[in-house]
């Protein structure tokens, strides 16, 4: 084991701690992938040419030799090193660090040879600048990496110097142990640049380990580790098929590991959705090739295809120049044939193309519109058994195949390099070779696509996620038909509904059948009650309302019957009332008029009362539909529809909507605001909904997504403080915030349990207990006042200075709570500031767990519906929190919750001993005054 940290090391663990510790473990330097090399090379020659002008433009030029006690302006070639760290910086410039004082400091400076800046190369400069601060007692502000192309780029590095603080623990353990064991292999996208990559691949293969699957990230992995999980063949049992929901339109599919491990094991293609890949007579295939690096596309392929024929298009750029020429061909081709789609893999081509269109100023929006992603159809959708969707592993297991064994676009890279320092024609067919065998292995992708989308049924190496197949036999399938049948038919309404093995003939479909009569059947009519308890006349219209002049005549009696609840201090009963009253007629508008007392009725049979109590029991006691109404029927002898109740509830949430602009108005001139959003289920279709109270007033909004656009939209204009949780959608709303500490408790209590074993974890949640306990202890005894609280901002910062900023932690779980500390620093604490504000966002939990516990009872809502019923369930809410009657509110026909006056409590219980007896002498003396 190695005793002394270089750079190199300290860039490849950023990259993986397995490679840090198996170049420390090991002194024969294996060979990395040769666009490494290149590039090194590169970096050599732009260094030799950098200093070489740096000697021409600046005197006072010297080579570093052993310390940094020199006058010079630049140190060239500094072999920088401090204890047990080394690192190699290419010129150090001297700069001012106190103007009042003229004390001076060094800068370090790398060349590279990339033309862009990569995050490694930030790393390096970044550990140079600490070595560099190591010796000197002083870290340097910033640095300068010099690009293949000469451009210098200034990198801030003060803030970041603690991000090796672990990093050398770490390193330096390894070496003080002399430890054997290297890290475990987790494959990610540098595996290809590594030098030990065969090495680890085959270490992964053998133990079948779960970073093989391309999407698996380490904090995913670390996850299944925790479940007992280690190697793909585990991971494919975890798949179980469920009932797929209803996913709205641009939702983005989400990808299930468990899938791809169960297509690896099986060998079998997973669909989860069927590909929607259309047909055309000429379909174009596009491939590009560049050097993102220098931002320069030299290779542009186009498989044209017209039934059974096709040809290939290449377009190549010598140099950077030529890429204009090729882009005008490139269109001029493809406008050949402006009705085929473009299919391409990925989004490197539609990025590429926006880039080409800028730079030469052209318009493609036509093109972009023809492009069609053929990663769209199998991300999510499509399982393969294979570790990626890459091109290259699906292209092979579909028949492709590619002439070059290595071929890959970082080897293109290399071939593309080759070409540059020889010109010579077998590294540019080979690149032009690479270029159509991608354009071909696209064409057989899609081909394939458009194969499962009419044979799935039928491939036995294909089958359905969600709902597998099952296969049988001919007899065997009319075997489960039969069963199925009996099934179906064993009911509680057998005696009218009885068995039928036999099919039914004719047009006749064993099937469900829609609701509802077939067309030409007999329709019914609600049968209003014939005796009424209580007879109302009403006044008839004497005059036309359009023609003031015109007397109506007499025609017949007008009749309405309303079936309606009376409420009284012992209870309810039902009255039937019926209103009559003469109808008229106005000869000029040949228009019969109703009574106006009868026309205000409308044309429901139930009044308001009737409606209310139905609505009541809903809202309050969450009872469903088919509940009510047997209740309705049990109690009053009355029945009704599903569609009347709904009604009901469309009706009073139309009355009630100015209501709910009042409480929106009153909570926006709160000091506060509560937040908090919950799932609605809408056939199927998750949609989202949220709530907003200040203690007093509730309303509710639903929206189709998470996004918190309405959010943004009902606090437009709003100047207090926004009470939530820790969702991300709230972060940018403009005003004022305080973070919920109950949920910020909560987890770290849930975290605590999950890793009882974490001593630093422990440590950490033990001193956020020491700051939050006597804080809220000070809430509870003082209330939320200002100057109760202020005292507790010194001990906020004190917190802060010692486990957020100046710690460094190990840990996973100890960094994700550090960083949510940093993010939310200013939100955390602002009750300590202002007074009255909520450290807890309980009150918006508390107004939205009613409409949790009804999503449970009902299942799933309809949109239409489900708008209504928000509009209800915010003013019973409202009603709620301020200790009134929903059912009473509902019954005055009042629109103000704050002006309806709470009913007196009832008594149910009286006091006993000593109070007893005082209450009794009270009623005594007050006997003997009357």
Not at 732 to 760: G, M, Y
Not at 858 to 877: C, D, M, N, P
């Amino acid at each position: 084991m190695k005793n002394v940290v270089t750079s190199e090391v300290v860039v490849a663990y950023s990259q993986c701690p397995r490679k840090a510790f198996l170049l420390l473990s090991r002194e024969d330097k294996e060979t990395p992938h040769d666009y490494v090399c290149i590039v090194e090379k590169q970096a050599s020659v732009n260094r030799a040419e950098y200093l070489n002008a740096l000697r021409q433009k600046n005197i006072d030029v010297g080579s570093y030799v052993d310390n940094i006690d020199s006058n010079r302006d630049f140190l060239i070639d500094a072999a920088l090193k401090a204890g047990d760290i080394k690192a190699y910086c290419d010129v150090l410039t001297k700069v001012q660090r106190n103007s009042s004082s003229g004390s001076h400091g060094y800068e370090p400076t790398i060349v590279v040879g990339t033309h862009g800046i990569t995050k490694e190369q930030r790393i390096e400069l970044l550990f140079v600048g600490y070595v560099l601060g190591q010796r000197e007692n002083k870290f340097p502000v910033a640095g300068t990496i010099v690009g293949a192309d000469g451009q210098a780029h200034r990198v801030k590095l003060e803030n970041n110097y603690k991000l090796f603080r672990t990093i050398m623990e770490t390193l330096r353990e390894w070496i003080a142990t002399s430890s054997t064991d290297p890290p475990p292999v987790i494959l990610n996208r540098h595996c290809p640049y590594c030098q030990f990559r065969n090495e680890c691949t085959a270490k992964a293969e053998k133990d079948d380990d779960l970073s093989l699957l391309d999407r698996l990230t380490p904090k995913l992995i670390r996850k299944y580790h925790k479940k007992g999980i280690f190697t793909v063949k585990q991971l494919s049992y975890v798949f179980k098929p469920r009932r797929s929901k209803k996913r709205r339109k641009n939702t983005p599919v989400a990808f299930k590991p468990e899938l791809q491990a169960l297509a690896i094991r099986t060998g079998k293609i997973y669909l989860q959705e069927l590909p929607e890949v259309s047909r055309h007579q000429v379909e174009l295939f596009l491939d590009l090739e560049g050097i993102s690096d220098q931002n320069f596309h030299y290779l542009i392929g186009l498989l044209v295809c017209e039934g059974e024929s096709s040809s290939y298009h290449s377009f190549w750029a010598d140099t950077i120049q030529d890429e204009e020429k090729i882009w005008t061909q490139f269109l001029e081709k493809v406008n050949e044939y402006s009705e085929a789609p473009i299919y391409h893999y990925g989004s490197y081509e539609p990025r590429a193309l926006d880039k080409l269109a800028v730079r030469h100023r052209t318009s493609c929006d036509a093109l972009k519109k023809r492009l069609v992603n053929v990663n769209s159809y199998i991300f999510g959708k499509v399982y393969f058994p294979v570790r990626s969707n890459s091109l290259k592993d699906l292209g092979k297991f579909i028949g492709a195949s590619w002439t070059s064994p290595d071929a890959s676009g970082l080897q293109s890279l290399v071939w593309r390099h080759h070409w540059e320092e020889t010109q010579g024609s077998d590294y540019k067919n080979m690149l032009v070779t690479y270029n159509e065998e991608d354009c071909q292995a696209l064409r057989l992708l899609t081909e394939e696509l458009l194969k499962l989308q009419t044979t799935a049924d039928s491939q036995l190496h294909v089958d359905f996620a969600d709902q597998p197949k099952k296969n049988a036999t001919e007899i065997g399938d009319q075997i489960h038909k039969q069963f199925k049948q009996i099934l179906k038919s064993a009911h509680a309404e057998y005696d009218r509904k009885r068995i039928s093995i036999r099919p039914k003939s004719g047009t006749e479909s064993i099937e469900n059948k829609k609701p509802g009569a077939q067309k030409g059947h007999q329709g019914y009519r609600r049968i209003p009650p014939s005796k009424a308890g209580k007879v109302i006349r009403v006044a008839s219209r004497r005059k036309c309302p359009k023609h003031k002049d015109e007397p109506l005549r007499s025609k017949e009696m007008a009749k309405k019957t309303i079936i309606d609840l009376v409420f009284t201090k012992n209870g309810c009963r039902k009255t039937i009332i019926k209103y009559m009253g003469m109808k008229r007629y106005c000869q000029r508008c040949c228009k019969y008029y109703y009574p106006p007392g009868i026309e205000k009725l409308g044309t429901q049979l139930y009044g308001r009362g009737f409606q209310a109590w139905t609505i009541y029991q809903r809202i309050v006691l969450r009872l469903p539909y088919r509940v009510s109404i047997q209740m309705m029927e049990d109690l009053f002898s009355e029945r009704a529809s599903d569609g009347s109740l709904i009604n009901f509830i469309k009706n009073f949430s139309q009355y009630y909507a100015s209501t709910e602009n009042m409480l929106l108005q009153r909570i926006l001139k709160s000091p506060f605001v509560h937040v908090d959003e919950t799932r609605l289920n809408i056939r199927g279709t998750d949609h989202y909904v949220w709530v907003f109270t200040d203690g007093k007033h509730v309303i509710f909004k639903m929206t189709e997504t998470r996004e918190a656009t309405i959010v943004h939209e009902v606090l437009k204009n709003f100047k207090g403080v926004l009470v939530s949780d820790f969702y991300g959608g709230y972060d940018s709303v403009q005003c004022e915030q305080q973070k919920c500490l109950v949920h910020l408790i909560r987890d770290l209590s849930e975290d605590l349990w999950n890793a009882p074993f974490d001593t630093e974890f422990e440590s950490f949640v033990l001193e956020v207990k020491n700051l939050f306990v006597p804080i809220l202890e000070a809430v509870g005894k003082y209330g939320s006042k200002k100057r109760h609280l202020n005292k507790f901002q010194k001990p906020v910062e004190q917190f802060y200075k010692k486990n957020i900023v100046d710690r460094d932690y190990k840990g996973e779980t100890s960094i994700k709570y550090q960083k949510r500390f940093q993010r939310y620093k200013q939100s955390l604490f602002t009750f300590l500031e202002k007074d009255s504000i909520p450290w807890n966002n309980n009150m918006a939990e508390r107004a939205i767990r009613h409409l949790a516990v009804q999503r449970k009872i009902s299942g799933y809502f309809f949109e239409s519906s489900a708008h209504q019923y928000l509009v209800l369930l915010g003013i019973g809410q409202t009603c709620r929190f301020q200790g009134k009657s929903f059912l009473k509110f509902l019954m005055s026909g009042e629109k103000d919750v704050d002006k309806f006056k709470a009913s007196r409590r009832i008594k149910t219980s009286a006091p006993v001993g000593r109070q007893a007896a005082r209450e009794s002498d009270k009623l005594v003396n007050v006997h003997e005054e009357t």
